[in-house]
């Protein structure tokens, strides 16, 4: 009873919009970080793809685009950045894959694809095609494997601004390039 007197005081002394900014600080803290770079979705212009994350899925915050024939689809930068890895690890995890750093920490990771468009040190934004979907290392289909990485650490995806969901399925209509 007493705690609950507490409460009700603390809470009478606030004012409502007090309380609308103290509950909205840790997601626009979040997005706002996110948002240091504006990451795009990484297809063509209108493109429509499935974004799939699940708990079983290594790292485990990354996400699988997956949608009919994107087999040999491009793949854009998902921002503008310079590509620092080009790497095949032939039949095993990410097969042919690249890594863009976006600066401030941030860097994008493109795994399973089919083919190259770029090397390391190319100057990239998101015009840029740096390869095409594939199913190359440890994948069973065609897809594409994409990481945010923020300090090293891959962090749940923020595509145009907005959330993926975690986990499940989000479908994404691409205006990259438009
Ligand atoms: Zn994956």
């Known amino acids: 009873m007493a705690a609950l007197t507490t409460r009700r005081t603390l809470v009478g002394l ?3 919009a007090t309380l609308m900014a103290g509950a909205l600080v840790p997601a626009a803290a979040s997005a706002q970080e996110a948002q240091a770079i504006n990451f795009r979705t990484p297809f063509d212009c209108g493109q429509v793809w499935n974004a799939n994350t699940r708990t079983n899925h290594n790292p485990q915050a990354s996400v699988d685009f997956q949608r ?18 080009v790497k095949d690890l032939g039949n ?36 840029s095609i740096i390869g095409k979907v594939g199913t190359t ?38 205006s990259t390039a438009c």
Not at 139 to 165: C, D
Request: aromatic fraction near 8%.
């Open 137 to 174: 290392g440890g994948s069973t289909g065609p897809h594409l494997h994409y990481e945010q990485r923020s300090g090293g650490t891959v962090k749940r995806v923020v595509l145009n601004g907005l959330a993926i969901k975690y986990y499940g399925n989000t479908t994404v209509t691409s």
């Open 92 to 127: 095993t995890s990410y097969g042919k894959y690249i890594v863009i750093d976006h600066g401030s920490g941030w860097t994008t990771l493109y795994a399973h694809l089919d083919s190259f468009n770029t090397k390391v040190g190319a100057k990239v934004t998101t015009n």
């Open 14 to 16: 606030m004012t409502g």
């Open 68 to 85: 009919d024939g994107a087999q040999g689809k491009n793949v854009h930068a998902s921002a503008s950045g310079t590509v620092s890895t």
